[in-house]
């Protein structure tokens, strides 16, 4: 693997080598072992063109335990506010001998056009493109699915909210059936569902009741206010009314189902505080995973270069 862009068509052994790797790396990550050498002389470039509070930080830490030399460009200073253009950003980067991109953009495919231009010793990681891609959520998402549940094959996984706009929805929908989940429901309301999910395999409902009944997980996402016009805006309230998650609507799922959510979370709009802090959630356990995940990632895509 010389570059992560997408969790769509990597082989289901590959998927599982991530995880496994990243299991490796758990006692890592919880600092029972300080570093790993093994990026050790290797310079990490995370670049986040939109925002980030957990995959920027989570990368940071996990290229730092894996002895990376991590450099955080802060895009918002950066010579792109004078016009510079993204490739030529990456050529001047490139000239002080970055190893590894970790990129987050707004536009779905920046990774790709990055990872098409750098050296063949430069690897790219895709943090997030546009509606398109979340590979390492996908993949933390995975990671925190086997640790509580352990298979994937008699598994029910609902993912609920606004999946029109979710790059998290898409890769763990190809990550969720590449690993063989036995149903993936999404749900949401009609104007929030993308018209191609029944041909990705996935059971579509439109009532929150019917979509998390029986469920072993359900994965709430925000309203991407973002990358919404006008039109499809809802009111957070009618949103909270027929989608949020409250501890009622809850009990239609498994008494043992996880509550998942990628954050950020917006309490009252997609899920109540109650559900977030109460005993089903493992919102957090999935942000300290996504440490282990991340350095799995980058020790594989840049751990064997000589
Ligand atoms: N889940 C996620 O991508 O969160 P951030 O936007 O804070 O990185």
Excluded: W
Aim: hydrophobic fraction near 45%; charge should be neutral; aromatic fraction near 4%.
């Amino acid at each position: 693997l010389v570059h992560l862009l997408s969790i769509e068509g990597l082989p289901r052994d590959i998927v599982t080598h991530i995880l496994d790797t990243a299991a490796s790396f758990v006692s890592v990550s919880d600092r029972e072992v300080k570093k790993v050498p093994l990026l050790r002389g290797k310079s990490v470039f995370n670049l986040f063109f939109e925002n980030s509070t957990r995959t920027r930080t989570t990368f940071e830490i996990a290229a730092t335990r894996l002895s990376a030399d991590v450099i955080n460009l802060d895009i918002a200073r950066s010579s792109a506010s004078k016009g510079e253009s993204l490739l030529d950003t990456i050529a001047n980067l490139s000239a002080m001998a970055a190893d590894l991109f970790v990129v987050r953009h707004s536009e779905s495919g920046a990774p790709y056009l990055i990872a098409q231009h750098v050296a063949p010793h430069v690897h790219v990681i895709n943090a997030g493109d546009g509606r398109h891609a979340h590979p390492t959520q996908g993949l933390l998402d995975m990671y925190t699915i086997r640790h509580y549940k352990k298979d994937f094959s008699n598994l029910t996984v609902a993912i609920v909210g606004d999946v029109l706009h979710s790059r998290v929805a898409r890769s763990d929908i190809h990550a969720l059936t590449t690993l063989g989940c036995a149903e993936v429901r999404v749900v949401g309301p009609k104007t929030l569902v993308p018209g191609d999910m029944a041909q990705m395999g996935v059971r579509v409902c439109h009532s929150l009741e019917e979509g998390i009944r029986d469920c072993d997980v359900v994965i709430m996402l925000r309203l991407q206010n973002e990358r919404m016009s006008g039109a499809l805006l809802p009111s957070s309230q009618e949103f909270f009314k027929s989608f949020g998650l409250t501890p009622e609507k809850l009990q239609l799922a498994k008494p043992d189902a996880i509550v998942m959510h990628p954050g950020p979370i917006n309490r009252g709009v997609e899920i109540d505080s109650a559900v977030v802090d109460g005993k089903q959630s493992v919102i957090l356990p999935q942000v300290t995973f996504g440490i282990a995940v991340r350095m799995a990632v980058m020790s594989i895509v840049a751990g064997n270069d000589a």
